[in-house]
């Protein structure tokens, strides 16, 4: 199977840009993050607490730059805010001939606001800014929170001509209100002079957890009407966010500021790893192909669909009456969505202020080793 050919090239060619959820200092320096770009088409990286907490506790390629944070007294968010801004200016540099040849679409680079500033618009607006300065690279995303109080931050930093990757979306409402706020922020920006067209944003809609939760409920209803309905919800749920998308853009407004040069806001498939060993292990990627769209991957998605996903070209616009039919079907059940999307945004933000706080638990200790390395 040549590199034109393959699950990947198909879905590239169908309009999926294929984003890496995954960057270590290892991936880096070993030339491995080049690979992908060259054989699997990867054409962007998306990063979180986790994946950097993971990066740090494996191997050496950290220990140097541990070492001279130590020994100039840097304090723990500190050297968090150095190590990981170090590693996606990195990873920005590596995909800036993609970045230059996509004119700005691919070839990014994302990295998250503090996960306890969720909910906190003026403290989420001045950690983005920061990342941006300290990154100084136009081809980093910010990521943003999807929460209420996330929806004026993703407004202001818009306005001030930072890109954003919007994380943690579940719900059709909520999306339909950050492409808002995105526009509001491409408006303010465009009356600020600023050029709108160097402005990029993606929604980071959530799959493969809402099957978690819905499964859990239909498990519990047990009868086979219910248990049909399994691995059904997220797929029905991130077409319908896809119609969102079109209705939105569809918009005299939106086409308005897409005339006055405004990228659309391109939905991303986050989530896409499968967590039902039941389900197909590229069952996210091969159900939700249309184009303008993002799917991030972690690696072991990535290689299944390289090895054996079948690419059957657009299988979301027309699925729409089929995708709202699944949900009424769960609300007749008693399964409530507002209460499944609104359990699932606030375990998301709790689960990213346990992995930032495993990452700073990480981060200390190694400086702690350091510094105890230094003295002896």
């Known amino acids: 199977m040549t590199d034109n050919t393959s699950p990947l090239a198909e879905l590239s060619a169908a309009g999926v840009s294929v984003w890496l959820d995954d960057l270590s200092r290892e991936r880096i320096v070993s030339g491995g993050l080049k690979k992908l770009i060259a054989d699997r088409h990867v054409v962007g990286v998306t990063t979180n ?23 100039r007294g840097a304090s723990v968010s500190d050297s968090v805010v150095d190590i990981t801004t170090h ?11 993609l970045f230059e040849a996509t004119h700005g679409q691919d070839g990014r680079v994302s990295i998250e606001v503090e996960p306890a500033l969720a909910h906190d618009t003026a403290g989420t607006i001045a950690q983005g800014r920061m990342l941006w300065d300290t ?21 202001e930093l818009t306005s001030q001509g930072i890109s954003v990757n919007v994380t943690l979306i579940f719900s059709l409402e909520r999306h339909r209100e950050v492409i808002n706020a995105y526009l509001a922020g491409i408006e303010r920006a465009k009356d600020a002079g600023i050029d709108i067209s160097s402005i990029r944003s993606v929604a980071s ?43 939105a853009f569809s918009s ?14 391109r939905p991303l498939w ?27 991957m972690p690696e072991k998605t990535m290689e299944a669909t390289f090895d054996h996903g079948e690419i059957r070209g657009d299988t979301v616009t027309g699925t729409y009456a089929e995708s709202n039919d699944i949900l009424d079907e769960l609300a007749s059940l008693g399964i409530s969505y507002d209460d499944v999307t609104a359990l699932l945004e606030k375990e998301g933000v709790d689960k990213f202020t346990v992995s930032w706080n495993e990452l700073l638990d990480t981060v200390s200790a190694a400086l702690d080793a350091a510094r105890s390395k230094a003295k002896s």
């Not at 986790?50 to 001279?68: C, E």
């Open 87 to 97: 590693d996606v200016a990195q990873g920005c540099d590596i995909f800036r001939p």
């Open 252 to 265: 005299e407004r939106a086409k308005g500021l897409v005339a006055a040069g405004a990228n659309v806001q």
């Open 205 to 247: 809609f959530f799959v493969s957890r809402v099957d978690t939760e819905v499964d859990k409920r239909l498990d519990a209803i047990g009868t086979p009407e219910a248990l049909a309905l399994k691995g059904k919800a997220g797929i029905a749920n991130a077409r319908l966010a896809y119609q969102v998308f079109e209705q």
């Open 49 to 71: 607490p986790t994946i950097f907490a993971n990066a740090l506790a494996k191997g050496d390629d950290y220990d140097d730059q541990v070492a001279a944070l130590a020994a």
């Open 270 to 296: 986050a989530s896409t790893g499968v967590k039902d060993p039941a389900f197909k292990d590229t069952l996210y990627v091969e159900e939700l192909v249309a184009p303008d769209v993002v799917n991030t």
């Open 135 to 155: 990154v100084d690279r136009p081809n980093v995303m910010i990521k943003v929170p999807a929460t209420v109080e996330g929806l004026g931050a993703i407004t």
